[in-house]
């Protein structure tokens, strides 16, 4: 079974800093993959980022980055210059060779 | 860019009606999923789908459930008899492959919100 804990219900920053957004997963597989999806407030799942658990160097995509450190097994994503438009939120997940498992999530306030 | 799309955007039933919930996934894409999301929680699985058939469901995904792909574009989740409990935003997903690496990520749609009454 895997299991994705997310320990910050909420976080603030504000507008133009970074931010990093906490995960951690439990997994027995050998190799798996971690996502990180984005939902504002109209409901939909945006895939932001990706991370395998052989890749050896961390994931980036334009402001986002995933801190991976597969020892502590976990997979924070840093949200570098945050803009207002990054208020939502975020949940990362874990892949085995079928479903999704997600975490509960965090939601992300940016203010100006 | 192909997007997953689903319809309808909002449905409101009565409590032991049937419902369909309609997706279409990206055209090339061959694994298809839905998820559930009960308001403020986080997103499930409830069932996946691969070559016409069944691959893996949920505990979620009881007899009340069903899924198809009647034609080469739509895959459909029914709810036979919805009770007040099945109220939650329905997501369909599909990827390319089912393996782990980076072009096996899932994509969502915009996902129905079901309100039983």
């Known amino acids: 079974a895997q299991k994705i804990t997310q320990t910050q219900p909420g976080m603030f920053v504000q507008e133009k800093e970074a931010v990093t957004l906490d995960c951690t997963y439990d997994?027995?597989?050998?190799?798996?993959?971690l996502f990180w999806y984005k939902q504002p407030s109209s409901g939909e799942m945006i895939f932001l980022i990706y991370?395998?658990?052989?890749?050896?160097q961390n994931a980036t995509e334009g402001r986002y980055s995933l801190n991976f450190q597969k020892a502590r097994k976990s997979a924070n994503l840093v949200i570098s210059a945050s803009q207002l438009g990054d208020s939502a939120m975020y949940f990362c997940?874990?892949?085995?060779?079928?479903?999704?498992?997600f975490g509960k999530g965090t939601m992300l306030l940016v203010s100006p | 860019e192909p997007e997953v799309t689903q319809t309808p955007s909002h449905q409101v039933t009565q409590m032991g009606q049937e419902v369909i919930l309609r997706c279409v996934p990206i055209?090339?894409?061959?694994?298809f999923y839905w998820y559930r999301q009960i308001l403020g929680q986080k997103v499930e699985f409830l069932v996946s789908?691969?070559?016409?058939?069944?691959?893996?469901k949920s505990e979620i995904f009881d007899d009340q459930f069903s899924v198809e792909r009647p034609d080469g574009s739509n895959f459909t989740l029914k709810i036979r008899s919805t009770k007040l409990e099945d109220s939650a935003m329905y997501f369909c997903?599909?990827?390319?492959?089912?393996?782990?690496?980076?072009?096996?990520?899932?994509?969502f749609g915009p996902g129905t919100r079901l309100t039983v009454l």
């Open positions: 997940a874990i892949s085995g060779y079928s479903t999704l498992t």
């Open positions: 997994t027995s597989d050998q190799s798996y993959g």
């Open positions: 991370q395998g658990s052989y890749d050896e």
């Open positions: 055209s090339n894409h061959l694994y």
């Open positions: 789908f691969y070559n016409n058939e069944i691959s893996e």
């Open positions: 997903a599909s990827r390319t492959s089912g393996g782990v690496t980076s072009t096996d990520t899932q994509y």
